[in-house]
């Protein structure tokens, strides 16, 4: 860390990314304990899936136009105002919470409300930290500032299911919420002492007197005209939307063969996976790697994971696999970050940064809506004892609840390894670093 202080122009940007390492702390801790609490309050998975779209849907519908705003304004003091936004949306939970004047779960819209305004402060967060990171790191430094980033995840991933569950206990929903109000005011006042540098003013930047909508249309030209950076956004939609599925069946499949204390090790675990990928990320993520090689490779290893993941019933064997699957994850999120980065002109990284990642949200919503009922009314029947297929594939990976699931993962990471073979072949993507010139210098 004393190293990254010590290279011209990362100073700034690590004490940010401080800031940003204890948000992304409370956050995690305060969405955990609110998915935890929403499903104690209702007992509905209907509900809690409501929860997960209303933290989706917000960043797939503002992102675009937030992403033109961010590349009009000044990025340090969006990320400021996303931050405040966010405090005061979580702060609001705390005092309903504090208040008892109503019952929550006759209200539990409010909880919703305020999650969705929280979501659509993040729209405009995400994109102006990672556009700002391009002006405040050396271009042969982007990897390992990716890599940091995906460590401050990476530390919300491995402590919130640990800290949240104790901290429930102890202070309830309402104290995590003031924590992670807390965190907020914490990463404001980094955010307070430092100074961004400006994008220098182009002929693109100029064009900042048209719509919102223009400019959200502009950002999607701008990917079409470089078709390596368009088949790299869709290939992550896709992935993102298998993995959305994953998301959704992870804890059915596990509690099939675990106790919630052992659910809570193997997250650990996969916790751990990602710690280490992202510090391998954040020390060997300079020179003149192939980003988009690295993609592909670690791709191939989280399909081979889930795959794993569901072929036999043993918490062995899934803890195994959950820690490759999360290893995995900080190299493909940071190689193609850092490809976008390089690629995409600064001064409007902003718009295109949140059109990518309204496209790449999208594509969640259809995963939680398709998983539950894949799972319940297909997959699961199918390898129930004397099920259909009890005969022939159940006599591999067994039968019994679950194992439909793990027939669901099987597949999933079959559809991972084949959509990654089959992108590869695409010369514009496989050869984007190559052939596209970098816009960044």
């Not at 729209?123 to 990716?146: C, D, E, I, M, N």
């Not at 820690?323 to 409007?348: C, H, R, T």
């Amino acid at each position: 860390m004393l190293k990254l202080f010590k290279i011209e122009g990362m100073s700034i940007f690590v004490l940010v990314w401080l800031g940003q390492i204890v948000s992304l702390l409370g956050s995690s801790l305060s969405n955990f304990a609110l998915d935890v609490w929403v499903y104690q309050q209702t007992g509905s998975i209907t509900q809690l899936s409501f929860l997960i779209l209303f933290t989706t849907l917000p960043i797939v519908i503002i992102s675009p136009f937030a992403g033109v705003l961010v590349d009009r304004w000044n990025r340090r003091w969006i990320m400021i105002l996303s931050d405040s936004g966010a405090a005061l949306s979580t702060l609001t939970i705390a005092f309903v919470l504090v208040s008892r004047q109503i019952n929550i779960r006759h209200h539990i819209y409010l909880v919703y409300l305020a999650t969705a305004i929280s979501s659509s402060f993040s729209a405009f967060q995400w994109p102006a930290y990672k556009a700002a990171t391009t002006l405040l790191v050396p271009k042969k430094h982007l990897g390992r500032a990716s890599g940091l980033t995906q460590l401050a995840q990476a530390v919300g991933q491995l402590l919130s299911p640990i800290l949240g569950g104790v901290l429930l206990e102890v202070i309830h929903l309402s104290g995590i919420m003031i924590v992670d109000f807390s965190s907020f005011l914490f990463s404001l006042t980094t955010l307070l002492v430092v100074r961004f540098p400006h994008p220098k003013a182009t002929e693109s930047r100029e064009t900042n007197k048209t719509s919102l909508l223009s400019q959200a249309i502009y950002s999607f030209h701008y990917l079409t005209a470089r078709s390596g950076l368009l088949a790299l956004l869709f290939f992550l939609a896709s992935s993102n939307f298998l993995l959305g599925i994953l998301q959704v069946l992870a804890y059915p499949l596990i509690l099939s063969l675990a106790s919630p204390a052992q659910l809570g090790m193997i997250m650990f675990i996969g916790g751990v996976g990602i710690l280490l990928g992202s510090l391998l990320m954040s020390t060997w993520g300079s020179g003149r790697q192939s980003y988009i090689n690295i993609l592909f490779c670690f791709m191939l290893l989280d399909g081979f994971s889930m795959l794993v993941a569901g072929l036999y019933p043993s918490i062995l064997l899934f803890a195994v696999a959950a820690f490759l699957f999360f290893l995995g994850l900080p190299f493909i999120n940071s190689s193609a970050q850092v490809i976008f980065q390089k690629k995409v002109a600064p001064e409007v990284q902003g718009r295109v940064f949140s059109v990518n990642s309204a496209i790449c949200s999208s594509s969640l919503p259809l995963a939680y809506l398709v998983a539950g009922p894949l799972a319940d009314r297909v997959f699961e029947p199918l390898l129930i004892v004397n099920g259909p297929l009890a005969g022939t594939i159940g006599q591999f990976i067994g039968t019994g609840p679950g194992r439909g699931i793990g027939l669901m993962f099987i597949f999933l990471g079959i559809l991972t390894m084949l959509m990654t073979i089959v992108a590869y072949q695409y010369a514009p993507l496989r050869l984007v670093e190559d052939e596209l010139p970098d816009a960044y210098h």
